[in-house]
């Protein structure tokens, strides 16, 4: 029979929209603007007395607190105020009342309910231009890295010369590639053998200066492109761990392209300090245990980082400083115990080998130096009103990350074991390599979103989106009538699948991803258009209502499908080529077509089946 759907169809269509209905409806409860309070340390935890105490510092200075929490893992606390505006003040208070040991970030907490939460189901995230925060694109300077890696191979390639006693002259780097003269040509055929198999990453060329035999060394093409790589994974790494001391929600650290990460940080708006804590410089110490009974002026106490052991004697003479360290990686030794390899530039392996080779059986401590946030309050008139006003200086913290036994002698490469399972080997080999970046970064961009500016935002796109809706559900149905009114249905179920896949796949709602919702809107309209148009025409051609019905539908399913591949295929290429706020449209677009096809198609097709389908009608409604 025509226009009938079988059970399983509808079965399917009430299932997806009740999936829909469920994962979407988390983007009803707005989130509660809230402070979020952590130890600056693994040691240090937040516990009911430090949320009591500060849920009072906030009602002293007049700030509404609706809930203060205990995080489910132990590790925080979380601060529910009445009003977005609140928040900074608030965390002023926050940061007042606990000190320079917690961290005290902006957050917004989720009222979901649980059972929602139970099911997976949570809330679009926002964009920074929705939500507010500062923006910044790094650049990442490669030419240099490649310098500074060339120079650490030119000093390992002499040291390698030197310890084979073969005579040579250092000459100026020519585009990039080391230049080393000889004596005579045996001299230069012997040090090109040598090299050739200790290092597999030059292009090694004999040429001739001002009839000197030279050999010229320079990267190969794979070198080259694994160095631009390297540095760009690491300076990423470095960025990130520096921007999880911020202690922002959901902050975003991405590459872009070949040399820039994006950084967008929701929440904060004092773009010197996010500068600060991006820019700042971080080192490490190699430095030997001291001898049982040393005095206090050829040693000196040092805490661990994690807090956990006591203190230890460590000698103030150094062995090196993360300077010399290339590279470090997280791996398993031979019996699978967590370990750290280590490699030095040319100068480290001398200095590590030179120390360590007489002291086997003493530990050795590798001690993180970083750059602490320290926060005073001065006296300030604002507004003719006395304020406390917060200052920020920076104070040096040495700690130690590592204590271990020296095995035998080191040199340029070794190994760091002792260390209490796979984390905390892996965040060693962070840590070793967050010291410094791999290539300097400049700030090519910066960009300050106000919290007001990102609400308004959002009530405007919110506005454009009904007004949309309203205006295209009018015309479709001055136009189709009664079939204008299952478009209509049918568009509100697109707008339900929308949202709910955007809120399973995580993605992020930007205000191009606003304007995508809206255009999938007429998208989905234009879909029905072309059906309702072929149905009427059908009519117009003297079919019947049920056959008329059937044919509008089957060919103008061709129509459809190839229109909205081709805009498919355009958003593919949008987002593949795109920045941040192209990618938010591509991605809003792309999955818009997906649930416009299938309401069109589907929802659609159901509706007119369910009520038209097997009737004996002589007139349609359109």
Known sequence: MLNKYPLWKYVLILAVLAIG????????????????VSGASTALQVNQADLDRVSKALNDAGINVKAATLAANGKGGLIRLTKQEDQLPAKDVVRKALGDDYVVALNLAQTTP????SLGAHPMKLGLDLSGGVHFLLEVDMDKAIDARMKVYEGDVKSLLRKERLRYRSLPQLNGAIQLGFTDEAAREQARSLIRKSFNDFDIVPADLNGQPVLRLAMTPAKLAEIREY??????????????ELGVAEPIVQRQGANRIVVELPGVQDTAEAKRILGKTANLEFRLAAEPGASKATSEMFEFREGKRPPAQIERGLIITGDQVTDAKAGFGEHGTPEV??????HGGELMNRATRSNVGR????IFIEQRPVTTYVKQVVD????????QTFKEEKKIISLATIQSPLGAQFRITGLNGQGESSELALLLRAGGLAAPMY???ERTIGPSLGADNITKGIDASLWGMLFVSLFIIAIYRFFGLIATVALGVNMVLLLALMSLLGATLTLPGIAGIVLTMGMAVDANVLIFSRIREEIAAGMTVQRAINEGFGRAFTAILDANLTTL????????????PVKGFAVTMSLGVLTSMFTAIMVTRAMVNLIFGGRDFKKLWI
């Open 21 to 36: 209905l469920i994962y979407s409806a988390p983007n009803l409860y707005p989130d509660d603007p809230a402070i979020q």
């Open 114 to 117: 649980q059972w929602l939460r």
């Open 231 to 244: 540095s760009i994974k690491q300076n990423l790494t470095t960025v990130r761990n520096r921007v999880n």
């Open 341 to 346: 390899n280590i490699r030095l530039d040319g």
């Open 363 to 366: 530990s050795m401590a590798v």
């Open 384 to 391: 003719g009103v006395e304020k406390d006003v917060a200052v």
């Open 443 to 445: 700030f090519a961009e």
């Open 569 to 580: 295929l355009v958003g593919g290429i949008l987002f593949a080529m795109g920045t941040g």
